[in-house]
């Protein structure tokens, strides 16, 4: 195919009515071994994940990213944010992201795939990266979250910035921080769903 497909601008989709996110009673937040076993035994329910990892940001040249302190996966009922300083929960996470038969489906997924090598020791299975399906069939190579929420749903996806920067290393995470990180894996497994994937 060789026609681009347009993809919304950010003015065209700042019109658009909002994307419903998830709110907290559905996102449970993952920080030991026994919530990460509990969390595996229903996520393993299902065939698809939304997926995604959040890293503290580095503002320094040549400082490296010790991260993910973050992973993030979600059906299209609940997501879960798992918080990887405990051992026995970042073992349970290293687990799920290893099992093959469960599409791990997200956005701009390379850096995550190494730094999941990196620092879980293991090589994600089953990752899809939705941008590819996207570029596939027909659209501009990096669509992104934003836009194929605005194509698929004709709605506008919210990203906070302030979220986006923050500090995901902390041992406390804010609502806001728990809110950001569900609604990027739970945007991209309804992403997946309504791609028919």
């Given amino acids: 195919m060789n026609a681009r497909l347009p ?15 998830l709110g907290l009673d559905r996102i449970t937040l993952v920080c030991t071994g026994a919530q990460a076993s509990h969390a595996y035994d229903q996520l393993t329910q299902a065939r698809a994940w939304g997926f995604d990892t959040e890293s503290k940001p580095t503002f320094k040249v040549g400082e490296a990213s010790d991260g993910p302190h973050i992973l993030q996966l979600s059906t299209a009922e609940r997501a879960w944010v798992f918080q ?26 390379g850096d995550d795939r190494k730094r999941i090598i990196h620092k879980l020791g293991i090589e ?11 570029h596939q069939r027909g659209y501009r ?21 302030k ?17 950001y990180a569900a609604n990027d894996a739970y945007a991209a497994i309804r992403v997946w769903q309504a791609l028919g994937l």
């Fill in 7 to 21: 993809t919304p601008d950010k003015d065209a989709i700042a019109l658009l009515p909002p994307f419903e996110r």
């Fill in 84 to 109: 990887l300083h405990d051992p026995d929960c970042r073992a349970v996470a290293a687990q799920l992201l290893a099992l093959g038969g469960i599409a791990k489906a997200g956005f701009g997924l």
């Fill in 124 to 134: 994600p299975q089953g990752i899809l990266e939705l941008n590819t399906v996207f």
């Fill in 141 to 161: 190579k990096d669509m992104g979250v934003k836009g194929a929420v605005a194509v698929l749903f004709n709605q506008r996806f919210i990203k906070s910035k």
């Fill in 163 to 179: 979220a986006a920067t923050s500090n995901w290393a902390n041992a406390r995470l804010s609502e806001a921080q728990l809110i």
